[in-house]
Structures are given as C-alpha cells and as structure tokens.
C-alpha cells in the first residue's frame, strides 16, 4: 500500500519561499507521476503541478512561474517550491500518485503564509 | 485550459435519496473524468475514474456516467457516510482541473 507524508515549515513569511517534501512509502517512486494539490481554507481543490521520476515536469499554467518540483529517487521523494508568497497562497497542501488521476493522498500539510 | 464547473454547489437530500451531480468541461475530455469524495479534515479520496469505472472498495451505490463534455455522478440510496463535498477532475490534457466542488449536506 503506498504511503505519502508531507512535511515542511507551517509558516512562511510574505516573499520567501515555501518548500515541502513528500515522502513516499510502500512503493518506488519510479513508477509513476507525483503531483502537489492545495486546497485554502474552506475552498475547492488546485492542482499545482506534477512530476516524473524521470524529471520532467508539468505546471499548473497560473502558477508556472514561481512553481519548481524536483524528485530524489534514492530518497523516494519529491519536492515543492513556491515564491514570492502571498497570504493567498495559505492552503493545506497535499502531495498524491498521480495516474492521471489521483489514486493515493498525503494527509496534507497546513501552510500559512503570514509576517 | 479545460475548466470544469459542477452543478449544484451545494445539495440537501435524506438518508435514501437518490443524488445526481453534474460536472460540465468547457471543451471535450472523451472520458477522461475522475470523481472523488472529500471529507472535512481528510484527503480527497478517488471513488470514479474514466468517467464509469469504480475504484477498488467504493460502495456499489455510486456510478457515473458521461462522456465529452457533460458527466454525472450518482448516488443511488444516500447513506450517513456519503455527506461530503465531491470534487470532478479532468485529466484530458497535460493539465489537471477540478471542478468547484459540491456539498451534499443532511436536509
């Protein structure tokens, strides 16, 4: 059973940048895509982005220019990076497998952004 | 992009109502739809895939149907556990899209 943990500071100040880390358990990473999804307190779903294990990458078009993801596969993980943070950018953000659809989830990780 | 915008945002029904909802792609995805079921405080979990195939352990109560442009999820006897927010996805192109979400609350 694949297993996915996000971890990460809970708070990020107003332009730096917020990064996470997804860890992956129960399976390779090379085996598929890996994407990040956000969701802002009380609000629908957003997909940031995905990657493969290969490296390469695909972007939500509204956030591509301050959007990186990058994969360790001898550490079965991927990252995050977000700059330039607004407080619209506070959300709970959950890494998932990404079969084209999103078969396995992180319990998601609350990132506030705020001074 | 594909944007995906549901219908209802939000539905009161009884414990035994039958509960459609309704998710419509601004251009054509064949049948590249996924639905999930979000409960508050949890990960969205994937209930549909490819418009009509039903993950592994969903309850037989939900189906879905649709193709091109317009979908439907269905409930067929809602149960205690089925209150929660249900989200559509399309995974046509390169991107993702959900849908807004719709909240199926107790009436």
């Known amino acids: 059973q694949v297993q996915l943990q996000e971890s990460g500071p809970g708070l990020v100040k107003p332009s730096e940048t917020l990064s996470l880390t997804c860890t992956v358990s129960g399976g390779s990473i090379s085996s598929s895509y890996w994407s990040w999804i956000r969701q802002p307190p009380g609000k629908g779903l957003e997909w940031i982005g995905y990657?493969?294990?290969?490296?390469?990458?695909n972007y939500n078009p509204s956030l591509k220019s301050r959007v990186s993801i990058s994969v360790d596969t001898s550490k079965n993980q991927f990252s995050l990076k977000l700059s330039s943070v607004t407080a619209a950018d506070t959300a709970l953000y959950y890494c998932a497998r990404n079969t084209n659809y999103f078969d396995y989830w992180g319990h998601g990780t609350l990132v506030t952004v705020s001074s | 992009d594909i944007q995906m915008t549901q219908s209802p945002s939000t539905l009161s029904a009884s414990v035994g109502d039958r509960v459609t909802i309704t998710c419509r792609a601004s251009?054509?995805?064949?049948?590249?739809l996924a639905w999930y079921q979000q409960k508050p405080g949890k990960a969205p979990k994937l209930l549909i895939y490819?418009?009509?195939i039903l993950e592994s352990g969903v309850p037989s109560r939900f189906s879905g149907s649709g193709s091109g442009t317009e979908f439907t999820l269905t409930i067929s006897s809602l149960q205690p556990d089925d209150f929660a927010t249900y989200y559509c996805q399309q995974y046509d192109d390169y991107s993702r899209t959900f849908g807004q979400g719709t909240k199926v609350e107790i009436k």
């Open positions: 251009q054509t995805i064949s049948s590249w």
């Open positions: 990657i493969h294990y290969s490296g390469s990458t």
């Open positions: 490819k418009a009509s």
